[in-house]
């Protein structure tokens, strides 16, 4: 059983910045595919970026140049720096953990964009 701890979300101005983190439980952290998936009221969840257990990095086209994510393989923690932050980036923001066939996800956190 793989437990993830996201934090880092909050009310950002457009064009702003956040970081997230994602703390994971587990010895074996550094194997597990690390993503970062995202879910705004009224539609599905879905992909912002994935860090292979090599550190090959995929981001999805909307958040491409704006976000990074580095991974800490030393402190179980992965990262999503989002910057140029826009108003369709509002969503909850979950941590995905993956590993053979499981998929592990924490409880999410909410990011919001003031107007």
């Known amino acids: 059983q793989v437990q993830l701890v996201e934090s880092g979300g909050g009310l950002v101005q457009p064009g702003g910045s956040l970081r997230l983190s994602c703390a994971a439980s587990g010895s074996i952290f550094r194997l597990y595919v690390m993503g970062w998936y995202r879910q705004a009221p009224g539609e599905q969840r879905g992909v912002v970026a994935v860090i292979t257990s090599g550190s090959r990095l995929n981001y999805a086209d ?54």
């Open 62 to 115: 909307s958040v491409k140049g704006r976000f990074l994510r580095p991974r800490d393989n030393a402190k179980n923690h992965v990262y999503l720096q989002m910057n140029s932050l826009k108003p369709e980036d509002k969503a909850v923001y979950y941590c995905n953990a993956h590993i053979a066939t499981m998929d592990y996800w924490g409880q999410g956190t909410q990011v919001t964009l003031s107007s």
